[in-house]
C-alpha cells in the first residue's frame, strides 16, 4: 500500500492577536498565546489527529467554554489517587501501578487540558500512533497501554454513574 505524505501545519503567529494559530484545510484554528504550553499542547493534539486521520477531521477544537466537566488531566490525578490504593499487594504499590502512569502519560501530554467527556475514538487513535511513532514501542507493549487507557476511561464512566445513581445527572 502506498501511502501519501501528509502536509504538517505549521505552527505560527497570529500577530494581531499574539495568538498560535494553524491553518487546516484552510481553516484557521487559534491555540491560545503564541508560546504557551497549551498552544503548545493543542497544536500536537491537532497534528496527532491529523496523521491518524487527515480526510475525516471536520470539526476542529476552537475552545468550547468552561463547563463544570472534569479535563482529562483533573480525571487523571483522581484516577492515580484511586490507583495508588487499588494496584497494592503486601502493603507494596505493584508494578501495574507504574505502567498505568507510562500509559497515561502521552493521554496527559496529548489532552490534558480537553474535556474527558469529548475524548473518543479518533483521540484514542492519535494516542496509538504517537505511541508507535515518536515512543518506538512493540505493538505488544502499545496494545497493552492502549487497553490500560481504555480501562482509565471505564473506570471514571462507571465512578460517574455510581455518583449520578439517583440525583439525575
Known amino acids: ?11 505560527g503567529l497570529h500577530k494581531p492577536s499574539g495568538q498560535a494559530r494553524v491553518i487546516i484545510n484552510g481553516e ?9 504550553a497549551e498552544s503548545r499542547e493543542k497544536y500536537a493534539r491537532l497534528i496527532a489527529e491529523l496523521a491518524v486521520s487527515p480526510s ?18 483533573e480525571l487523571i490525578v483522581r484516577y492515580l489517587d484511586f490507583a495508588r490504593t487499588y494496584y ?14 507510562l500509559a497515561l502519560r502521552p493521554l496527559d501530554r496529548l489532552y490534558a487540558t480537553t474535556q474527558a467527556r469529548s475524548f473518543g475514538p479518533l483521540a ?19 496494545n497493552q ?25
Not at 477531521?57 to 479535563?71: A, E, K, M
Not at 503486601?90 to 507504574?98: C, N, R
Request: charged share 30%; hydrophobic share 35%.
Open 88 to 101: 497494592v499487594y503486601d502493603g507494596e504499590v505493584t508494578k501495574e501501578f507504574t505502567e498505568m502512569i
Open 145 to 169: 497501554r492502549v487497553n490500560r487507557i481504555k480501562r482509565f476511561f471505564k473506570w471514571a464512566v462507571i465512578r460517574r454513574q455510581r455518583e449520578c445513581s439517583g440525583v439525575g445527572c
Open 1 to 11: 500500500m502506498v501511502r501519501r505524505k501528509i502536509h504538517i501545519p505549521k505552527y
Open 28 to 36: 484557521h484554528v487559534y491555540l491560545g498565546p503564541h508560546g504557551s
Open 56 to 73: 475525516t477531521l471536520r470539526s476542529v477544537d476552537r475552545g468550547s467554554p468552561v463547563t463544570s466537566d472534569l479535563l482529562v488531566c
Open 124 to 142: 484514542l487513535k492519535a494516542i496509538q500512533k504517537h505511541l508507535v511513532d515518536d515512543c518506538d514501542l512493540s505493538r505488544g507493549v502499545v
